[in-house]
């Protein structure tokens, strides 16, 4: 089986490279009702009568027509923790396994399986976009959350699998936050090479386009904000600058990859680690000093 692994991105303990950050965050249509879902690329493919008899769904609903049915082409047989015994992996469109029923979103499930059936050893609501093996009988992959149901947010979310005895361990170990009004695009140049910064002013905003806007409501108005101001930085913050854009004043602004830190006036709180996650966004360039050293 081929894994593929987004080594540059999941512990960032190497170097970002912009390109890497320009395939990850690539201009999707928030309506395109996860026409973008195909079947994993990864582990061996799921047989339905197979799945079936271990009392899994093998069917999608009228929701999801348009994607290639049937459902079992979302299932994988991987082994996750390196022990020899492959677990079972759905990653895909949102699915109740309650009732096989189905909805918006997306959703990841892993299972063991045992001699009594399949046992439930982890669950997101996203989808895998990434695996690929590590050292130390372990895997690494990166979880994707496209926004659901009207929601602006996005993330990808870094996790380690690795054997934890009875249960598989499953560890965050960080991720990615933005929106998908930032991934719309509005760079004009992408950066061969990031450049590292610190915020030098006092308070700094971090908008979802590159333009300070302030007053023509928008995606944000569903919670109460009428601008594109996404989160307020602070002195001292640091961060990468990947692409940039000038606006119509001439105004030169960085799509920059932060640190992780506790913003201000964040436009999402809920569910979200803050500390474990960098935000996407625009920042203008006039107190982002350059720094040397690689973040």
Same mark, same amino acid.
């Given at each position: ?14 170097? +970002? ?21 195909? &079947? ?22 009228? +929701? ?5 049915? &049937? ?81 602006? +947010? ?64 928008? &995606?944000?108005?569903? /919670? ?7 989160? /307020? ?29 506790? &913003? ?26 350059? +720094?040397?050293?690689?973040?």
């Amino acid at each position: 089986m081929t894994l593929r692994i987004l080594s540059l991105l999941i512990l960032f303990a190497t170097p +970002v490279h912009a390109q890497d950050m320009r395939a990850l965050l690539s201009p999707r249509d928030p309506d395109a009702h996860y026409s973008y879902l195909k &079947p994993p690329s990864f582990g061996i493919p799921a047989d339905s009568q197979w799945l079936a008899g271990l009392g899994l769904c093998d069917a999608l609903g009228p +929701v999801y027509a348009h994607l290639s049915r &049937p459902v079992h082409r979302f299932y994988r047989l991987l082994d996750l923790d390196t022990d020899g015994h492959e677990e079972l992996v759905y990653s895909g469109p949102y699915l109740n396994l309650s009732n096989c029923g189905t909805g918006e979103g997306t959703a990841t499930y892993i299972w063991r399986l045992t001699a009594s059936g399949p046992t439930e050893q982890f669950r997101a609501y996203a989808f895998i976009q990434e695996i690929g093996a590590s050292e130390h009988g372990s895997t690494h992959a990166t979880l994707h959350y496209p926004g659901c149901c009207g929601e602006f +947010v996005m993330t990808w979310t870094f996790i380690r699998i690795a054997s934890g005895g009875n249960r598989l361990a499953v560890d965050t170990t960080n991720g990615i936050l933005t929106t998908w009004m930032t991934v719309q695009g509005g760079w004009e140049r992408w950066l061969e090479t990031p450049i590292p910064f610190v915020v030098t002013r006092s308070r700094y905003n971090l908008r979802y386009a590159p333009v300070i806007d302030d007053t023509s409501g928008g &995606p944000l108005e569903m /919670v109460g904000r009428s601008s594109n101001l996404l989160a /307020v930085f602070h002195a001292g913050d640091r961060g990468l600058a990947l692409a940039e854009s000038h606006d119509t004043t001439g105004r030169l602004w960085w799509l920059v990859l932060m640190d992780p830190a506790i &913003p201000d006036s964040s436009v999402t709180t809920s569910a979200i680690d803050l500390l474990r996650y960098r935000w996407v966004g625009w920042m203008s360039s006039r107190y982002l000093r350059r +720094v040397t050293g690689i973040n």
